[in-house]
């Protein structure tokens, strides 16, 4: 099956289902490969995770997703559109599709968290101050941060400033929000009471979440469905049932955080085995 050969769980069609669809997506930096033939579908509607160990192109990965890098070969598809080779205005205008919470919350310092929080409707937008003020305090509200509104970032919290950065990501009504490692730098309080406002989120906007993380715990709270890059090759996508249930040996030591297994304390001294056996491939129906 295809999805044998591409490390997706069930066979791929021939036109991209998902609202996001990469196809044979392969990234390099001189000698160094870093994606290399990824193909999946990002379901609409649901929240998807990308795992991995770290330096396995999750970072790269997004970029690609969003424009900011060009894959080496292959294609990636937004909402049906093909981007790769897209004109910077057509690519500009792809891109107000999406909402993106950074790893640090990417807030402006000298900013207080309402005017971060209004700044994309402001640069973006044709919005009357009264209309983004109605979205800000909207959003700010979902992420419980009503209260906090005239404060800096440099006068709350690490996982204050997530919030404010999933306010500013969510406030433009993306169909997309893209998270890069949300949980960094959280303790895990703060990860699970985060993992709650994603969740609430995505049931309150029905957008599509995709999330890169390597933490595990999280994505089985949040996960509808989920991929593992490993050594630059997708080992497997599928629904999280279908990933926990798999049998291939990179998906099973990760998932359980082992330190026995395929995957070492040097990734360059992975075992080139554990990617050249694709997981067992299950059809949808079987999740």
């Known amino acids: 099956m295809k999805g044998e050969e591409t490390g997706q769980l069930g066979a791929t069609p021939a036109e991209p289902p998902g609202i996001i669809s990469l196809r044979g997506v392969t990234k390099s930096f001189g ?14 509607g649901r929240i998807t995770t990308i795992l991995g160990p770290s330096g396995t192109g999750k970072s790269v990965l997004l970029k690609n997703i969003i424009g900011l890098l060009q894959p080496d070969a292959g294609q990636i598809w937004v909402d049906g559109e093909p981007i790769v080779g897209m004109r910077s205005g057509e690519l500009y205008r792809i891109r107000k599709k999406f909402g993106v919470l950074f790893q640090d ?32 305090l909207m959003n700010a509200e979902l992420v419980g941060l009503l209260d906090h509104l005239k404060k800096l970032p440099g006068e709350v919290s690490g996982g204050m400033k997530k919030r404010a950065g999933l306010a500013r990501a969510m406030v433009t009504e993306p169909e997309i929000v ?8 959280l303790d895990p309080v703060r990860v699970a009471y985060l993992d709650e406002l994603v ?70 001294a992975d075992s080139e085995d554990a990617v050249a056996g694709a997981a067992p491939t299950l059809e949808p129906g079987e999740a």
């Open 31 to 44: 000698s160094h490969t870093v994606l290399d033939d990824v193909s999946f579908d990002v379901p609409r």
């Open 105 to 136: 919350g990417a807030l402006f310092g000298s900013m207080d968290l309402y005017d971060n929080i209004a700044f994309p409707l402001r640069e973006h937008t044709h919005k009357s101050e009264r209309e983004i003020r109605q979205l800000v």
């Open 178 to 185: 893209l998270f890069d490692e949300p949980d960094s730098g």
């Open 199 to 268: 969740l609430t989120a995505q049931r309150e906007t029905s957008a599509t979440f995709f999330i890169i993380t390597h933490n595990i715990t999280s994505v089985m709270r949040v996960a509808d469905y989920l991929g593992v890059l490993f050594r630059s090759k997708l080992v497997a996508f599928g629904s999280k049932t279908q990933m926990r249930s798999s049998a291939n040996p990179v998906i099973s030591q990760f998932l359980a955080g082992r330190p026995n297994g395929p995957i070492g304390m040097d990734e360059m």
